[in-house]
């Protein structure tokens, strides 16, 4: 099958690594040079698990989303001109203009996005906006990108599991729940690993581990030599699966087209990963700079681009393991079941330097009968620690419901350097089981 042709523009793939270096050496220098203006401007954050009480400049996402949103712009004159010989005579000839067009909307918008992020994210950091309020915001930063989807006619059907293919059909048309769908993804992203946070290095190391799992996912879609063949020859037809039927009637999918796609991936994915490498650097153990909510919504909404103009929502979502755990964990907690306290970060112990669980005191009336349920359930399940009336029976504390006060559940006391590397392992185990799922298991529900 002549899926993997014609081959992708080699010169501005190369283009984009460049891009993505400078990206990385840019927050290297740019963070502490940039930092004591932050603190300046009162942008600074006290570490919770020190015993010093030093300002670390916070908001640093600010500096990153800056350096990667001015390259990504620098960047377009590459894959829409022909300057460096990249348009593949295929693309000059056939569909030329409309198709770039359509391309540089799509690539447009996706920066709009990425750029109302980072303004949404710096204001939660300067001004701290509430729970409730600041849920919704990505679903706004997200309604550029959803109306050049729209636009070109976006797909809207999913292609059905074959156990349930006789009740529903291959193709189930979701419509505007498709829609809903794929806003409520980026309001998942972003949030989701801002709710992961609170250990130096957490926020930036979740999205260089994803980051550098879409990069893996992209590669594989690329036209490799010949002898690569074997494993692609699986991919081929799962690939096509994703897909998903009809972008819109009477347009077929070329398998260049799936290229671009996965090429559109990377030229996003890479200087992230550049900017965020060079950013770790400085917010690892002990962290000299905070990322702020603004790494964490910007990074979250490139995932959330790249998913959704990439056509591989499904399989980002499985990159997000760890994070759809501490969500779901979390969710007592953030709808009110259990107390939730400002910050749910893990009890510092100056004298052993150790990490222990931190815990939400439950009010001095006692708990619902939901809320005891749920509690006493995830602490049937080890996901909580419970501390118990022994008169009574009552439950007055519980561990707060993260994935990092879990793990020094189960695990026992650690420091933060070895809670992060704990955690770390855990995002590159989620996405040795997502690679595993998606190319593997998806086989066995869909014609592979
Ligand atoms: C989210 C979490 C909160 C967690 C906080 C930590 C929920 C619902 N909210 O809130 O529980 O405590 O992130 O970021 O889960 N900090 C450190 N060390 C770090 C990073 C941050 O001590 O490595 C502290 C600093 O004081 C920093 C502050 O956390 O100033 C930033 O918190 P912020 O991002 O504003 O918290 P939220 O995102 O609202
Ligand atoms: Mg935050």
């Given amino acids: 099958r002549p899926l993997l042709d014609p ?55 600010l500096v990153c989303a800056s350096i990667y949103i001015l390259l990504l712009i620098l960047f377009i004159p590459f894959p829409f001109s022909d300057t460096v010989g990249s348009l593949s005579e295929s693309r000059k000839t056939l569909q030329s203009v409309a198709s770039l067009h359509h391309e540089l909307s799509i690539y447009l918008s996706s920066l709009l996005s990425l750029l109302m992020a980072t303004i949404l994210g710096f204001l939660d950091d300067v001004f701290d906006i509430r729970w409730r309020h600041k849920l919704p915001i990505p679903v706004i930063a997200a309604i550029p990108m959803l109306m050049v989807y729209y636009a070109e006619g976006g797909n809207t059907h999913v292609v059905v599991p074959i156990p349930l293919r006789p009740l529903l059909g291959v193709l189930v048309n979701l419509g505007p729940l498709y829609y809903l769908y794929m806003s409520l993804l980026s309001t998942f992203t972003t949030n989701s690993i801002n709710i992961l946070a609170g250990i130096n290095g957490s926020e930036v190391s979740q999205a260089v581990i994803i980051a550098i799992s879409v990069i893996l996912n992209d590669l594989l879609y690329l036209p490799w030599p010949m002898d690569f063949k074997i494993p692609l020859h699986l991919l081929g037809s799962q690939a096509e699966v994703e897909v998903g039927g009809p972008w819109h009637a009477g347009m077929s999918y070329g398998s260049s087209e799936l290229v671009d796609r996965h090429l559109f991936s990377l030229y996003f994915m890479l200087p992230l990963l550049g ?174």
């Fill in 7 to 61: 081959p992708p523009p080699l010169p501005v793939l190369f283009a984009s690594v460049g891009f993505s270096i400078f990206a990385f050496l840019a927050a290297l220098y740019l963070i502490p040079a940039l930092g004591p203006r932050f603190i300046q401007a009162n942008l600074k954050g006290k570490d919770l698990l020190k015993v010093y009480t030093d300002p670390i400049p916070e908001s640093q996402g």
């Fill in 275 to 448: 900017v965020c490498l060079g950013f770790m650097y400085h917010n690892w153990y002990p962290a000299r700079a905070f990322p702020g909510d603004t790494l964490c919504y910007v990074t979250g909404m490139a995932f959330s681009v790249v998913g959704i103009q990439g056509h591989f929502s499904k399989t980002l979502l499985l990159f997000f393991l760890p994070q759809i755990f501490n969500f779901i964990l979390s969710c007592p907690q953030l709808f009110g079941l259990v107390p939730c306290p400002r910050h749910r970060v893990p009890r510092f112990d100056p004298d052993t330097n150790l990490l222990h669980p931190s815990k939400a005191k439950l009010n001095d009336k006692p708990p619902s009968k939901l809320t005891n349920f749920v509690l006493r359930l995830l602490s049937t399940l080890g996901l909580t620690d419970l501390t118990v009336d022994p008169e009574n029976g009552r439950i007055l504390e519980a561990t707060n419901l993260t994935i990092l006060n879990f793990l020094l559940v189960r695990f026992g006391p650690m420091t933060e350097k070895r809670l992060v590397q704990v955690l770390m392992a855990t995002q590159v185990a989620g996405s040795v089981v997502a690679f595993a799922v998606r190319y593997g298991l998806a086989g066995l529900v869909y014609d592979g």
